[in-house]
């Protein structure tokens, strides 16, 4: 067969073996390069890290007959949360110059206050280089074939159990003819010279050699496969071979994208708001705030004077009207690929988008994409990753386009930056976590994106530590807190004052969705010492609240005011640790 044919047959065998099944969609390049993403930032962060995630192992499984699944290999399969953006390149993959990637944002919000999709240019760099450049430096360093070639090998341990098997028939055909002649000169021979016949014919068998290749195992591993696929075909990978491995059999494309699915699956989740709202009039007036302790109590279903998140957002759903469909808003972010072909007979997409149609032909062309692509971006963003010391990574808003009018900022509890809008605010922020190194190495040349619209407009922010429940004592400054959602100081909180942010997150590696799945952290780090409370406290607190009310306290009155040393109707730990020291 010839080099060509033995290198068919390996792609198709390896295929196999590895249950390849191809996808492709197209992939978004951004070659465009700005000198300000290299200036001084407006506002600074540190990325976030997150804790390692490792994968859980299959139990098997007790019942009979029940197979247990292979583990994902794929890209698609190991990553549902993402859009696998595949490349259709015939050379080697260049996208994402400079490691710099470019999308949109498109929110009705956004839409009414600019007129037009904003416009995100983000340079990412890894251990202070693009993480393409990184990309492409993994993607070459295994590929060299180190083995003979896996069909050779195959090839001739066939011709080896061929010979042996010829080799054998032939010494048994012989050992046969002979017995017959023994057999037909002495029909008499007793048993025990059949025996030894038996015997001697057993003897002739050859021994049989051990095997010449170690047992094949599959592997998830991109280093592995990469050099399973060199020593297939004989060859050293070429640039295009690495980078079509890379994306479609083992990390994934460079450029993970999450779903749209994921973008507003909670947007329209406000259940503190509905709560307060009791007229159902779209606004939170003076005397709704005033009752919104009252408003909060009336959901405390098992009436243990704590009022948690699950409590409050079964009394919205109670409140909901059950044929209400809401309606969706279409993608909230979009690749430059994805705008282009956007066509009016879609109203819900092209609405989105009618801005960048510049001759009104009801289509958006690739070349009216180009040219949008090509203007200065609204915001521009530099996040450098550290797999080294992850501990100095930042994000860094270098730039907001000259006619936006935008307060940028870094969050309170800093996991992020805010880029306030008047309609609405933006919270980017970058996220990693610290595997092991050699996770790391696979991992540092891909990037995460995602945006989401986050819902629970009001009770992030309402629940200081947020740990979702609302004691006696936080309820307390209910009030107060809601008045900082007025804006305008009209005494009110209008759905607008109440809109929640757009999260934008950029990982490294599949991490983006990660972050993206809980309601965004607005916890502020406590400073107060906390005190061990006495036995006999610890047992009162049914609730866990770390006071005392009257109603969890079984003694008098008189017993409740003297330990009460402030007088705010609760007992504290430390109050009653005083009071214990008092005793001695």
């Given at each position: 067969m010839s080099r060509l044919g033995n290198r068919n047959v390996a792609l198709i065998a390896f295929a196999v073996l590895s249950a390849f099944v191809p996808c492709c969609i197209g992939v978004a390049v951004c070659d465009d390069t700005s000198q300000s993403l290299d200036a001084e930032p407006l506002a600074s962060s540190p990325v976030k890290m997150l804790s390692s995630s490792t994968p859980e192992t299959q139990q098997p499984s007790m019942i009979i007959g029940v197979p247990i699944a292979p583990p994902a290999s794929l890209p698609a399969e190991k990553l549902p949360q993402y859009r696998i953006e595949l490349p259709r390149h015939n050379e080697a993959d260049e996208s994402f110059a400079d490691g710099q990637i470019q999308f949109a944002?498109?929110?009705?919000?956004?839409?009414?206050?600019?007129?037009?999709?904003?416009r995100v240019k983000a340079k990412v760099q890894v251990d202070g280089k693009p993480f393409s450049e990184v990309r492409s430096a993994y993607a070459t360093s295994p590929r060299t074939a180190e083995q003979p070639p896996l069909m050779e090998q195959l090839s001739d341990l066939v011709e080896a159990v061929a010979s042996a098997s010829e080799s054998v028939a032939d010494e048994t055909e012989a050992a046969s003819e002979e017995g017959n002649e023994e057999n037909g000169n002495d029909e008499d021979a007793?048993?025990?010279?059949?025996?030894?016949?038996?015997?001697?014919?057993?003897?002739?068998t050859p021994p049989i050699s051990p095997a010449t290749l170690d047992p094949y195992r599959m592997t998830t591993a991109?280093?592995?496969?990469?050099?399973?696929?060199a020593e297939a075909i004989g060859e050293d990978l070429t640039d295009i071979e690495s980078n079509w491995l890379l994306s479609h059999w083992t990390i994934g494309p460079p450029l993970l994208v999450v779903h749209p699915y994921f973008q507003s699956f909670r947007s329209d989740q406000r259940p503190a708001f509905d709560i307060l709202d009791r007229d159902r009039d779209g606004t939170v007036s003076q005397p709704e705030m005033l009752q919104s302790v009252e408003s909060f109590n009336k959901c405390d279903a098992n009436r243990d004077e704590v009022v948690d998140a699950m409590e409050l957002a079964n009394a919205a759903d109670n409140l909901k009207d059950p044929a209400h469909i809401p309606l969706s808003n279409g993608p909230l972010l979009w690749l430059p690929d994805d705008l282009i072909g956007i066509q009016e007979t879609d109203p819900l997409?092209?609405?989105?988008?009618?801005?960048?149609?510049?001759?009104?032909?009801?289509?958006?062309?690739?070349?009216?994409?180009?040219?949008?692509?090509?203007?200065?971006?609204?915001?521009?963003?530099?996040?450098?990753?550290s797999t080294?010391?992850?501990?100095?990574?930042?994000?860094?808003?270098?730039?907001?386009?000259?006619?936006?009018?935008a307060n940028v900022e870094p969050t309170a509890n800093a996991n992020g930056i805010d880029v306030a809008f008047e309609a609405v605010t933006i919270r980017l922020c970058g996220v990693q976590e610290s595997p092991s190194p050699e996770f790391a190495k696979a991992m540092s040349g891909q990037v995460s994106l995602g945006a989401i619209v986050d819902g629970y407009p009001l009770l992030p922010n309402l629940d200081p530590n947020d740990d979702g429940r609302f004691t006696i004592r936080e309820l307390r400054k209910l009030e107060q807190l809601l008045r900082t959602f007025d804006r305008d100081g009209d005494q009110s909180i209008t759905r607008s004052e109440a809109a929640s942010p757009i999260r934008v997150c950029i990982g490294l590696g599949p991490t983006a969705h990660r972050e993206l799945a809980n309601v965004r952290d607005t916890s502020q780090p406590e400073t107060s010492t906390s005190v061990t409370a006495p036995e006999w406290f610890q047992r009162m607190d049914r609730n866990l609240d770390n006071d005392l009310s009257r109603r969890e306290f079984p003694g008098t009155d008189e017993q409740f005011r003297s330990l009460d040393a402030d007088g705010d109707e609760l007992i504290d730990a430390s109050e009653a640790q005083t009071f214990e020291q008092s005793a001695e």
């Open positions: 944002i498109t929110h009705p919000d956004l839409l009414t206050q600019i007129g037009r999709p904003l007793d048993e025990d010279d059949d025996d030894a016949d038996d015997t001697e014919d057993e003897d002739a991109p280093d592995e496969t990469m050099r399973r696929f997409l092209y609405e989105l988008v009618r801005s960048l149609d510049e001759d009104q032909d009801g289509t958006v062309s690739e070349s009216e994409v180009n040219e949008w692509s090509v203007q200065p971006a609204d915001i521009e963003v530099s996040i450098n990753f080294a010391s992850p501990e100095s990574a930042r994000v860094d808003v270098v730039r907001i386009g000259k006619e936006l009018s």
